[in-house]
């Protein structure tokens, strides 16, 4: 007697398991376009990082604004894990009905699909930009003490003596090495990239010890450090000069043009309704440019800028290419 | 150092416990299997270890160490601990194994409300109130508590009629 | 002098009725999130930031720093009465105590555990008031060799785990080591052993490991007749430890507090790796090292110490240097930044004041959680007065929900049942659980840092040999290492001395 039941258990229990993988996904019904969004129906911001990071801290900012906006709860969901991955697959395998969004940033979420070893389940095409809020452009620092006072010094150093130089990067293939690979492949010259993967804090605290030459990081994270005294930023690969870095040329200005950084926007499961793609651009754009939002950005060194839906769109398919130029660069071919 | 086990001659102190055997085989397994495989990751890159060196290095280290095992086994067997009470690692694992099963599916509260029924009143034998509140409690108390008081939001269902009642 | 006045100022504006009620909240807070399963510190102290956006700087600090140091409190309640660790700090601390539980010293545990707690985190606020730009620039000195050179060290400490059966430790050591390859590996970012799965592409989650490993298993190792810990609720004379036990807990804390201190001042450094070398320790150093795994305080005493002298330790970085030193405080960076206040030196030079107040802060927030729980152990035992069927149901009420707030996902509820399982094999079979945490811990930061030295010397491993540091660092870890090897006499027990 016991054992059959047992069985029945096993059986049983065996049938719910394959369910589940249909439990994850079933859910949203369908909602005609015009009424978007539906009074009490939640709409799911997927943010890809777990709370408390960057993205999540901005996801929270507009999420008031935006429930204002739309008459209806918007919760912030965390999906974290592999880099982004997990959270971006969630976000492009939900229905596009509007009432699932989510925090896009980049370079994850335009390299993740590049590598094949990843194994993503998506591409640029399953994503549809609603809208950019900021865009966080990748510096390059030397030691206070270094010889190099100018960008062109340091990569005619590097020219000259191949990987005599170490360079920070927040790990591979992040943002930070797609920067140094472009700057490598347009200039010729040669750093020996030392990947920090617990992220920007661990390469700052390096740089901070003097254990590697070249700091690759963005504008947020050296703003800081600069008025310290504690590094020499020699270039900012955006088209205008940093706001809160005056002083420091661009690339452009140096002679190289080059333009990379870290960008975070709001993307939908590609194939919304056009209404509903319009209804959640505009409440987004208003979100984004709120002044309060703003104010709260820049405090923690973002400089708001708002790309339209179909211009993030753009920007996007612009830094994809980019990334695939270098994408061979970054992969270990040893 | 080994410690001298009390070696009181019971029945089958001279064999080798089977479950001690059967150990042993699966850590050389999985030892010949991470050993293998990892050859294929690569075991040294221009700078140093490649990501298959420390995998290779710890296969070599389980079946090393296994085939150690079994020659000490041999020598001197010893004495495995009692066996473990069969009726209640099913019970529990497979319990929980539902649960997770259908926690997407039937969402926390109704998921974890059979399951705690079923610990409190099926295995644990106890009377109808004090199971129905613990579980109620353990379920849907649990549920909004979460929710509403720290923000961390457990299942809900994924069937929308359970979903208009709330759970 | 000048920093002590600055000090005294400081607790007169830390003992304003607000500032002391924050304290109090925020400790409060931060004990119940180590309990709760499923809120780890980061998460906590993250969500409860748009609480404090409304209070003026200085209390929104000094409660989330209460929350900070609380949490390393709070877990340990967990694992000492329910063998189920609330954050990954506290996993080491289950193997004594709840030993002692069962045999029904649970409240001389906790006690231990919050008094070592204060001890802990007040050295290390002294440290923080005395030394903390100099400490600041200490934690700078260590660069990737000397990161790998403390793992080194780490990992050798595995040999004093290792008990009765060096072969069986060596087993647990590399079964940790094979499980914390899962993922993408830090050197060429291709998965290992992932099986296709998105989900282990991450590795497999500690939280849902430990839960597993020593919550579950302990759960299915139960024979008939066997009552999970509800048999042995204390009466009142036993919720205070012994003058034997304080006096044995005495060196402890020292080492504990020590090897904290030193390892919270490194960024990267996190609390588990503070509490496993410091249990290490003790079974290297302690006198009463054989009773280690059946309850002995010391068991407790050291990780418990180490823990919370970590935890205050790691806020000198913050203070000083402006750097996080773990994704616990980079929360807190973000919060202190919300409020306009920009940790680093320029927070000493241009909002002297608050700094100095929330230094205060610290010393007095150590007190509060200490008067906080002695109390409340009576009550938190009490729980064990529950029926053991009801416990049991919470007791696994507890993991799924733990397990599976990780992220928010089943999967770590299956990774939970399956570590489980398996911790029950290793039980039955006498294999130590010990070892497999501490390498599991220490196995992908000791594979990361390595691979970071060697491309900073661009493949050449003398780079570990000739900076002096890290030369120093690996000296030790072999000497721990071979050190049972070179003594010529098994060091006598206990009350016996060699001469005269």
């Known amino acids: 007697m016991k054992t059959r039941s047992r069985i029945a258990a096993a059986l049983a229990a065996a049938s719910l398991i394959a369910l589940t993988g249909c439990g994850a996904n079933a859910g949203a019904t369908n909602a005609s376009a015009g009424d978007f969004p539906k009074k009490g129906k939640t709409i799911d911001l997927v943010v890809a990082f777990s709370s408390g990071g960057a993205v999540d801290t901005a996801a929270r900012l507009i999420q008031p604004i935006l429930e204002k906006e739309l008459g209806t709860n918007v919760e912030v969901i965390n999906k974290p894990g592999a880099g982004g991955q997990i959270g971006y697959t969630q976000l492009t395998s939900a229905k596009p009905d509007g009432y699932t969004i989510g925090a896009t940033g980049s370079p994850s979420v335009v390299v993740s699909p590049l590598d094949p070893a990843r194994g993503a389940k998506y591409t640029r095409d399953s994503f549809q930009p609603l809208g950019r809020q900021v865009i966080d452009p990748t510096v390059i620092a030397v030691q206070p003490d270094s010889p190099y006072t100018t960008l062109k010094e340091l990569l005619d150093a590097a020219k000259a003596n191949p990987k005599s130089l170490t360079a920070s990067t927040t790990g591979l293939q992040t943002g930070e090495h797609f920067a ?6 347009n200039t010729g010259s040669e750093f020996a990239p030392v990947h920090f993967s617990e992220g920007a804090s661990q390469a700052t605290t390096a740089f901070l010890g003097k254990h590697v030459d070249v700091l690759v990081a963005n504008v947020s994270d050296v703003t800081d450090l600069t008025k310290q005294g504690k590094a020499r930023v020699l270039g900012v690969m955006t088209s205008e000069r940093a706001p809160s870095l005056p002083d420091v040329p661009t690339f452009k200005e140096a002679g190289y043009d080059l333009e990379a950084g870290t960008v975070r926007g709001y993307s939908a499961p590609a194939g919304l309704p056009d209404e509903v793609a319009k209804k959640l651009e505009a409440a987004i754009k208003t979100a984004i440019e709120d002044p309060t939002v703003k104010e709260k950005m820049s405090a923690l060194g973002l400089q708001t800028s708002y790309l339209s839906g179909e211009d993030y769109k753009q920007f996007w398919a612009g830094q994809e290419e980019d990334f695939k130029k270098v994408l061979p660069l970054v992969q270990k071919t040893d | 150092m080994t410690t001298e086990s009390v070696t009181t001659t019971t029945a089958s102190t001279v064999r080798v416990a089977p479950s001690v055997l059967a150990g042993i085989g699966a850590f050389a397994a999985v030892g010949a299997y991470v050993l293998v495989t990892s050859v294929d990751l690569g075991l040294w890159t221009s700078l140093g270890p490649g990501p298959g060196l420390f995998p290779f290095a710890m296969g070599a280290v389980l079946v090393a160490m296994a085939v150690v095992w079994l020659f000490q086994e041999l020598r001197r067997p010893s004495q495995t601990a009692e066996g473990v009470d069969r009726g209640l690692v099913i019970a529990v694992a497979l319990s929980l ?34 199971s129905l509140i613990t579980a109620l409690a353990g379920s849907v108390g649990a549920f909004y508590a979460f929710n509403y008081g720290l923000n961390v939001s457990l299942p809900v269902s994924a069937f929308p009629l359970l979903n208009t009642i709330g759970l | 002098m000048d920093t002590l006045n600055e000090l005294l100022n400081g607790f007169a504006a830390a003992m304003t009725w607000q500032n002391l009620l924050f304290a109090f ?7 119940v999130i180590g309990v709760l399963p499923g809120i780890g510190p980061v998460a906590g102290v993250a969500l409860l930031i748009p609480l404090t956006m409304n209070l003026d700087a200085t209390g929104a600090i000094i409660m989330l720093c209460a929350i900070f140091y609380g949490t390393a409190y709070g877990g340990t309640i967990t694992s000492v009465l329910l063998n189920t660790p609330g954050e990954a700090a506290s996993a080491i601390t289950t193997i004594d105590g709840y030993a002692m539980t069962k045999i029904g010293k649970a409240g001389a545990a906790l006690t231990i555990a919050a008094v070592g707690s204060f001890v802990g985190g007040t050295v290390a606020t002294i440290g923080l008031v ?19 050179a403390l793992m080194v060290v780490g990992i050798s400490l595995l040999v004093a785990l290792a008990g009765k059966s060096m072969v069986k430790a060596v087993i647990s050591g590399a079964l940790g080591l094979l499980i914390a390859m899962v993922g993408i590996d830090p050197v060429a970012g291709a998965p290992r052993f992932t099986f296709g799965m998105d989900r282990l592409l991450d590795g497999v989650s500690f939280v849902a490991v430990i839960v597993g490993v020593f919550g579950l298993s302990e759960l299915l190792s139960y024979r008939k007749g066997d009552q999970p810990a509800a048999v042995h609720a204390p009466n009142f004379r036993s919720l205070l430890p012994t003058g034997n036990e304080w006096r044995r807990s005495a060196p402890a804390m020292a080492r504990g507090t020590g090897i904290g201190f030193g390892l919270g001042l490194i960024p990267g450094m996190t609390g588990s790796v503070s509490s496993l070398l410091a249990y290490g320790a003790e079974k290297k150093f302690s006198r009463h090292r054989s009773e280690l795994g059946k309850g002995a305080i010391e068991g407790v005493a050291g990780p418990e110490t180490a823990n919370n002298s970590h935890a205050n330790a790691a806020l000198i970085p913050l203070f000083t240097l402006g750097i996080p030193a773990s994704p616990t405080i980079a929360v807190l960076m973000g919060a202190f930044l919300q409020q306009g206040l920009t940790p680093g030196p320029t927070l000493f030079t241009e909002h002297s004041e608050i700094a100095w107040a929330i230094i205060a802060s610290l010393f007095i927030g150590n007190l509060l959680l200490l008067l906080l729980n002695v109390p409340l152990v009576g009550l938190w035992t009490s729980i ?7 416990l049991t149901a919470l007791i696994l009420l507890f993991m799924v929900i733990g397990a599976y707030t990780i992220n928010f996902s089943v999967f770590d509820v299956f990774v939970m049942i399956g570590f489980g399982l398996l911790g029950l094999a290793l039980r039955h079979l006498d294999i130590p659980l010990a070892p497999m945490v501490l390498t599991l811990v220490l196995g992908p930061l000791m594979e990361r840092s390595l691979r970071e030295s060697l491309e900073i010397s661009q493949g ?7 900076r002096p540091i890290s030369a120093v660092l690996i000296g030790l870890g072999l000497l721990i290492v071979f050190s049972p090897l070179l003594k010529l006499r098994k060091p006598k027990a206990l009350n016996e001395d060699p001469e005269t």
Do not use: N
């Open chain 1, 180 to 185: 140094l690979a472009q700057i490598q492949e």
């Open chain 2, 97 to 130: 194994v539902v649960l997770a099963a259908v926690l997407d599916l039937l969402g926390f509260q109704l998921s974890m409300f059979l399951f705690l029924m079923y610990h409190l009143k099926l295995r644990g034998r106890r009377g109808w109130p004090s």
């Open chain 3, 25 to 31: 909240l925020g400790c409060l807070l931060g004990t």
């Open chain 3, 130 to 148: 005395a030394a903390a730009k100099p400490l600041g620039e200490l934690g700078l000195l260590v660069g990737p060799p000397e990161f790998f």
């Open chain 3, 384 to 390: 064990l007065r529950v029926p053991s069927s009801i």
């Open chain 3, 460 to 466: 050449d491993f003398s780079i570990f040999t000739s």
